[in-house]
């Protein structure tokens, strides 16, 4: 069963709920001994041969990603600013979330010079199975496929678990608003947090914090209850220039401008 879809997960992209009638999107669980490696399996298909290209606006994100395309098999790098894809016709893709610095092991280079790239498959020395053709549209059969794809995947190591356990604690309680409480509620000291998150990540604390509390005001501003006003009070931020400032530097627009899209 699918842990969710792109309608209760507004993690990753611009306007989930407003953008669902151009894609379908299911995340499925990966094989219980891959999960400190694999966060997740998603499916992407959409159908737009009777409309424009539209351009999906996706945000930052720490994880890296494998995409297996019709055409092409690559990863992705560490996000650090939003960007688009494009989406017409008829498609379908099937991608594989890492866990947080999961993949850094097997990368050919410092992850940190793959920030923001797409990068060839064949660089990446994972021990994998032999591959076998996915089906997209049939993610029974694909999901089994990956498993044993990924099945001598050693599990990820004591530092990688302790990196996603913080980064998970950071997800799960949107009110942290400063880099010392996420990393009392993480039960970690500040310079455990800034070395995690730089070595395995190649990003500081405070940048993720930023980060997620943006995310968390457009998920505020996605909601038609909540006005900028009411995201600047519940993110604890001293005016509207604060917020502004905070969306320029995570998202490269301001408030009004993503509200517009």
């Known amino acids: 069963m699918p842990l969710h879809t792109h309608l209760t997960n507004a993690s990753g992209v611009f306007h989930p709920s407003k953008n669902a009638q151009y894609y379908n ?16 399996y ?8 009777d409309t424009t290209t539209h351009i999906q606006r996706n945000l930052p ?3 890296m990603h494998l995409v297996f395309d019709h ?35 097997y990368l050919p280079c410092d992850h940190n010079a793959l920030k923001n790239l797409h990068f060839n498959s064949n660089d990446v020395l994972l021990p994998l199975k032999k591959e076998k053709n996915l089906v997209p549209k049939n993610h029974k059969a694909s999901i089994c496929i990956l498993n044993q794809l990924f099945h001598d995947l050693p599990p990820a190591s004591a530092q990688i678990k302790k990196v996603n356990h913080a980064w998970q ?16 509620l993480a039960q970690l000291s500040v310079r455990t947090l ?16 930023r980060k997620q509390r943006c995310i968390y005001a457009i998920k505020l501003l996605d909601n038609k209850d909540y006005d900028i006003y009411d995201v600047i009070l519940h993110l604890k931020l001293s005016d ?22």
């Open 194 to 209: 800034q070395r995690l998150c730089t070595e395995h990540i190649g990003l500081t604390p405070k940048w993720l914090l």
């Open 61 to 63: 994100s720490p994880n």
């Open 240 to 261: 509207q220039a604060h917020l502004i400032k905070e969306f320029k530097t995570v998202l490269g627009l301001t408030p009004r401008q993503y509200l517009k899209l």
């Open 42 to 49: 998603w499916f992407a298909d959409w159908d737009l041969q």
């Open 71 to 105: 055409s092409s098999t690559y990863y992705t790098g560490v996000m650090t600013q939003a960007y688009e894809t494009p989406l017409a016709g008829e498609h379908a893709i099937v991608g594989v979330k890492f866990k947080i610095g999961a993949l850094n092991r």
């Open 169 to 184: 604690t950071l997800l799960n309680n949107p009110e942290i608003d400063t880099v010392h409480s996420w990393a009392n």
């Open 25 to 40: 999107l299911n995340i499925y669980q990966p094989a219980e001994h891959l999960t400190s490696i694999i966060d997740c």
